[in-house]
């Protein structure tokens, strides 16, 4: 295959994606204004059913505004050569290799967020301050934009580094030290993210004393569940929606709810809610994600390594010598299809989960509680009640509420 009929696959791929993703967004779109089914109805009255009506209308607007600009940006770079620009830009400043990876993909990151603020600062300061959810402030906004790149430049390029080095040592053997790498840092996250992350953007603090703590750990001894862990972050910081989530395992496990959660319910409600996140731990779902995601990394990997040093990746780009990091760039959009797929399965067996989750709920606790709970959430964040079936497949790693709401209810 010659350089330029690649780069008219890679051309195509992008296209086709943002079509496919324009048809699923439009096909959604048509059921805003779907009658609430029957097991749902009371949620809202019709002045709030409107007002969750104008802020789909108004996501799915700025949603198609926002990737019409993307997918125009990302072909201007293709047809202007700004991969060869970039290329030329980075290797100016450095001979080493490792330097002219991480310049590269510093200017491509920069360059793309810096385009992509405007639309992230209407999304939060218009679109989520226009319906009430919206609590960060322009202050807030600003550093966690600045500690975000902060992070992506310590953890992302360090990552990015090691990768590149492993790939001058081995070559086509680099899959299985990266693979390693990757590994060993996944399960790092995932035991200390809470404790090392999160302090980073929120502040947390054990759940104090009081009737909620005593019923939670009153819930905990009756299914034999060990409990020490449980603590309250700072969501209403940011926004009014409410979550609660559970991370780490073994000695490291613990229960975050968001201030919010805790506002929004009560405190049998905010148990249901807890009952549902214990069952993902009792039912062993973050070690099944820990696996399969190690897995699908291994995978990408390995078929990473047999494309990465193509001299036809390169040139297909406009850059005349092989090198890591533009096979990178065109590897990733190659390999988006097969990504789509696996995304596909990850979001079926998410929602499998959820179902699991629900049932461990309803079995050691009150259904009515978590009906009502997730009825009430709903409800606050204006989610939408009809969306349509494939979009759900394709989108939501949850089930719908009314799904669970039926699924509890058996």
């Known amino acids: ?99 002219i990876t991480l310049v590269f993909f510093g200017i491509i990151f920069l360059a793309s967020d810096i385009l992509s603020l405007p639309f992230s600062y209407y999304k939060t300061f218009v679109i989520e301050e226009k319906f009430g959810f919206n609590k960060t402030s322009v202050k807030t906004f600003i550093l966690d934009k600045l500690k975000g790149w902060l992070m992506l430049l310590i953890i992302g390029g360090g990552l990015m580094a090691i990768i590149t080095w492993f790939y ?41 004393e009081g009737e909620l703590r005593n019923e939670i750990e009153n819930f905990a001894r009756k299914i034999g569940f060990k409990l020490d862990a449980i603590f309250v972050i700072d969501g209403s910081k940011r926004s009014t929606k409410a979550n609660a989530y559970f991370s780490g395992f073994g000695s490291q496990k613990r229960i975050t709810l968001f201030d919010t959660l805790i506002n929004d319910l009560d405190t049998n409600e905010i148990v249901a809610v807890l009952a549902h996140e214990v069952g993902h731990y009792k039912r062993k779902h973050i070690i099944y994600n820990l696996i399969l995601s190690v897995g699908i990394t291994g995978l990408t990997l390995y078929i990473l390594s047999l494309l990465v040093g193509n001299l036809t990746l390169s040139q297909a780009l406009g850059v005349q010598n092989p090198s890591f990091h533009i096979g990178l760039i065109a590897f990733v959009i190659l390999y988006s299809p097969i990504s789509e797929i696996t995304n596909l399965f990850m979001n079926a067996l998410s929602r499998k989960f959820e179902f ?33 079936n494939l979009y759900v497949k394709i989108h939501y790693s949850h089930p719908t509420l009314l799904q669970r709401i039926l699924n509890l209810k058996k």
Not at 190 to 206: A, E, G
Request: aromatic content about 16%; proline content about 3%; charged content about 20%.
């Open 168 to 208: 001058e040592l081995t070559t086509t053997n680099f899959w299985l030290y990266t693979w390693a790498v990757i590994t060993v840092f996944t399960l790092f996250l995932n035991l200390f993210y809470s404790k090392l992350i999160v302090p980073i953007f929120n502040k947390q603090k054990p759940l104090e």
């Open 356 to 388: 699991q989750a629900d049932n461990y709920a309803k079995e050691n606790f009150n259904p009515e509680d978590l009906i009502s709970a997730l009825k009430k959430l709903s409800k606050n964040s204006l989610s939408n009640l009809t969306p349509s």
């Open 1 to 99: 295959m010659n350089p330029q009929t690649l780069f008219y696959i890679l051309i195509g791929i992008i296209i086709i994606k943002f079509l496919f993703d324009t048809y699923i967004n439009a096909l959604n779109s048509k059921h805003f204004k779907d009658a609430i089914p029957e097991e749902l109805k009371g949620i809202y009255n019709n002045s709030e059913y409107l007002k969750s009506q104008n802020y789909k209308k108004e996501n799915y607007k700025f949603s198609l505004i926002s990737s019409l600009f993307s997918v125009i940006t990302t072909l201007l770079f293709f047809f202007l050569d700004g991969f060869k620009f970039v290329d030329e830009l980075a290797r100016n400043i450095s001979n080493n290799t490792i330097v």
